[in-house]
């Protein structure tokens, strides 16, 4: 299918713009294209249309496309076979459970990692030892520190590291197991999170500084609302 000059300059604008407001714009195609599966548009086992369709369909350039297509294709939605065209997985059900979480949407993430760290942090109160006190105030340093680089990556790494301490401060080794493998999904929300830079993690850091408080003088109640506040400020 032929784009013309005059499109594809339309498209590369659009693209532009998004990426000035901060906004990653094949977010917003793997969205569009997990809604149409999920309505049957693109049914199970079928090909989705070539690139230059689904360019045409969601009014997006061709590297949106790949970049969505490669999101959907390592989350286990869509199949990527070379030489034969991309398909929807016919046995979405039996994604493992990983994949599952890979394909969920952001609030439904922010849901499920309520449920888990409000019982570590009630646990946390209760059971942290001295060391692992230590352990989750080095890791809050290490989170500060890294604001104060303007370093985006090394503010994820460090933010999950103090979380994962609270975790291993709960007393439960398989809580704390369960919540290092969401780790890894929630890694990944950091990444596709609007282009803010070090911001978000600059305007909660007292939040955690108040929920490490809280935890240090064994207020579990005071604890939950500061948890609380940094899970409505992760949008």
């Known amino acids: 299918m032929f784009i013309s000059t005059s499109k594809r300059l339309s498209l590369k604008i659009t693209e532009i713009i998004v990426c000035l407001y901060g906004m990653k714009l094949y977010d ?119 604001i104060q680089a303007e370093n985006p990556q090394a503010c994820a790494d460090a933010d999950i590291a103090f979380h994962l301490a609270i975790a291993n401060a709960a007393a439960n080794p398989v809580l704390a197991d369960l919540y290092y493998h969401f780790t890894l999904i929630m890694r990944n929300f950091f990444q596709a999170r609007e282009n803010q830079g070090i911001s978000q993690f600059a305007m909660n850091h007292h939040l955690h500084e108040q929920l490490l408080a809280d935890i240090q003088q064994k207020r579990p109640k005071q604890a939950l609302v500061s948890l ?3 899970l409505n400020s992760n949008y």
Do not use: C
């Open 28 to 146: 917003k195609i793997v969205e569009q294209l997990k809604s149409d599966i999920r309505s049957g548009k693109f049914k199970a086992g079928e090909k989705i249309p070539p690139e230059p369709e689904l360019m045409k369909l969601y009014g997006v350039g061709r590297s949106t496309i790949r970049e969505a297509i490669k999101t959907l294709s390592m989350s286990g939605i869509l199949k990527v076979q070379q030489g034969s065209g991309t398909s929807v997985n016919t046995n979405l059900d039996g994604l493992n459970m990983e994949q599952k979480l890979r394909r969920a949407d952001f609030d439904d993430i922010n849901s499920v990692r309520s449920l888990l760290e409000t019982e570590i942090v009630r646990l946390a109160t209760t059971h942290a030892s001295p060391k692992q006190l230590k352990d989750i105030a080095k890791s809050l340093d290490q989170r500060k520190a890294a």
């Open 228 to 230: 609380q506040k940094i």
